[in-house]
């Protein structure tokens, strides 16, 4: 049968894989083919890649804006975390659609389905399925077709880090990578993500985490060459979502804006900032449109602004002006390494509610070199081993490339299959 594995090792920089660190995936790379010109999304945030990577689709076409975002509601601008359970379940009751395009999960049901294996956030695991085609496995609830939950016993009670990675690794290859098996089988890991977080980027104990995440991609990788050797037709994508960079320093835009006069005080509602790390939606409310022109100039005016895209120009970082988002900004970051050598240094704006900073560790979300430095590594029909691809691919091609496999056609997708032949010719 015909059949794709998609894993994905959370957080992960391109300039972090090799023998010594990734053995497996250094591995994956003589036979598979590595793409150097992969990018994440904007934000380069685990929920808007999650989304992206399921629809086909940039954020302007399915919605997900950030991990952190606001939504029109009644009138009000509302922010809302997307990692949240029931953010996509809330987003349906107040837009009429939770993702407003199809999910691989909707387009397989019926032609081999989709199992989700997920150890990040609960709203980016959902966000492969929010409409309940297929089963997501995660931590905080695990679901069937109809958004059924499972019973108790098939629930995936782990923890997140590599410890709960491994067991959630073993649960996949027993129940996703069985044959038959499905169509797609993904499993995200949390791992190296969750720890480039908390610690410093090169550490030991980063290292020693990221050794035992390749190592959960190891056993993939073997379970996947059982599979062809059974007969198994599989099309093994392995990858990550965006990669990472030291935080510096730490920006109030907020109360910046209120500061400058942009903004009544910290918690009025006229403008709202959504912080995604090293990145920020800025949502203007429709009756407020007249402060647009000052504060395009205000916000160019910062010394911690990197890029800031305009409500015209969303569309070139793959926004739409939905509910108030007027501008897109990338905080600045350079070169300089931190204290273990590793280069990549990056401000971040101020989370609401009091969530962590990581102030000296690692985070992602806007534009800069090694957060969009991700990886993808690409084995199967259609793709050449052990070549590289130097030109730019992006998230939204992975979704056409696993229906391109499966023989299936990807209309009103914004990606194109990355297969270099037609599979038409398979034997
Ligand atoms: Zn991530």
Redesign the pocket.
Known sequence: MRRTVIVML??LRRDFVGPENTPHLAALAERAERFAGYRSTFPS??RV?SSTMATGCYPARHELQGNTLVLLEDGRLVRHDAGHPDFLQRKRVVTGRSLAVPTLAERLAGHGGAIIFNN?SPG?AYAHDPDGHGHVYHRAGSFGPGRVPLPSERQLNVTLDAVGDRAMTERFVTDALARPGPALAVLWLGEP?HIQHNCLLGSPEHLAVLREADRNFGLVFQAVEALRQAGDDVLLIAG???GHETVTGVVDIEDELVTAGFKSSPDSEEIVVAANGTAALIYVHPDHAARLAGLEDFLNSRPWAGLVVGAESLGTVGQAARHGLAFAVSLKGDERPNAFGVPGSCLVAKPAGGKADRLGCGQ?GGLNAYEQAPVLMIDGLGFEAGASRETPVAVVDIAPTVLRHLGLPAEGMDGQPLQLSPTEDRS
Do not use: I
Request: hydrophobic share 35%; proline share 0%.
């Open positions: 959370d957080g945030a685990t890649v990040v980016a993500d990550s979502d965006h992602h």
